[in-house]
T-cell receptor, first 115, second 115 residues
Framework: AQKVTQAQTEISVVEKEDVTLDCVYE???????LFWYKQPPSGELVFLIR??????QNEISGRYSWNFQKSTSSFNFTITASQVVDSAVYFC????????????FGTGTRLTVIP | GAGVSQSPRYKVAKRGQDVALRCDPI?????LFWYQQALGQGPEFLTY????????KSGLPSDRFFAERPEGSVSTLKIQRTQQEDSAVYLC?????????????FGNGTRLTVT
């Protein structure tokens, strides 16, 4: 069965520090997608990134970067020079291409950026 | 509309009451999902619509839960004879495509409290 583990329940950093959020997934499948979503205090989840299992190229978008490593079944998310607006709960999620019609979410990591 | 709209934002129900939660997806979006998010947890899949067809309802926890999308736009999630374990945030999400791995646009959710 698919499973997504976000071992870090809560992280606090001081503004301008870098922070990495960990995501480890379990699967026996070869075709799948991984996602990161951000949930600010307002409640809605905001899509950040999607990767498919055949694309291990790391990606950078502004202060955000993602490190996908199939060898360790990890899809970690790094925020550089963190800002107070980055404070939110971040969810890693898994979608199996030929499986159920839904995303499997991790339990989330609550990030607090202290000014 | 500009985003996915859910109403009411908060709902308090006495145990045994029926409730109806509404979701207005982004206009033209084909796919619509309902998720349940317990406190401190990630969202868990309830059901999925493609236009007016309910293609997957495997996540509905009991036969007290019912969802519909009769005209392929607005959707209603109904919970009959509410129980305390139904207390959670109910999230609606939509996507413009029928591809299930497309990024989802989430609403702010309805926080249901059953007393």
């Amino acid at each position: 069965a698919q499973k997504v583990t976000q071992a870090q329940t809560e992280i606090s950093v001081v503004e301008k520090e870098d922070v990495t959020l960990d995501c480890v997934y379990e699967t026996r499948d070869t075709t799948y997608y991984l996602f990161w979503y951000k949930q600010p205090p307002s409640g809605e989840l905001v899509f950040l990134i999607r990767r498919n299992s055949f694309d291990e190229q790391n990606e950078i978008s502004g202060r955000y970067s993602w490190n996908f490593q199939k060898s360790t079944s990890s899809f970690n998310f790094t925020i550089t020079a963190s800002q107070v607006v980055d404070s939110a709960v971040y969810f890693c999620a898994y979608y199996l291409r030929t499986g159920a019609n839904n995303l499997f979410f991790g339990t989330g990591t609550r990030l607090t950026v202290i000014p | 509309g500009a985003g996915v709209s859910q109403s009411p934002r908060y709902k308090v129900a006495k145990r045994g009451q029926d409730v109806a939660l509404r979701c207005d997806p982004i206009s033209g979006h084909v796919s619509l999902f309902w998720y349940q998010q317990a406190l401190g947890q990630g969202p868990e899949f309830l059901t999925y619509f493609q236009n007016e067809a309910q293609l997957d309802k495997s996540g509905l926890p009991s036969d007290r839960f019912f969802a519909e999308r009769p005209e392929g736009s607005v959707s209603t999630l109904k919970i009959q004879r509410t129980q305390q374990e139904d207390s959670a945030v109910y999230l609606c999400a939509s996507s413009p495509l029928g591809q299930l791995f497309s990024p989802l646009h989430f609403g702010n959710g309805t926080r249901l409290t059953v007393t």
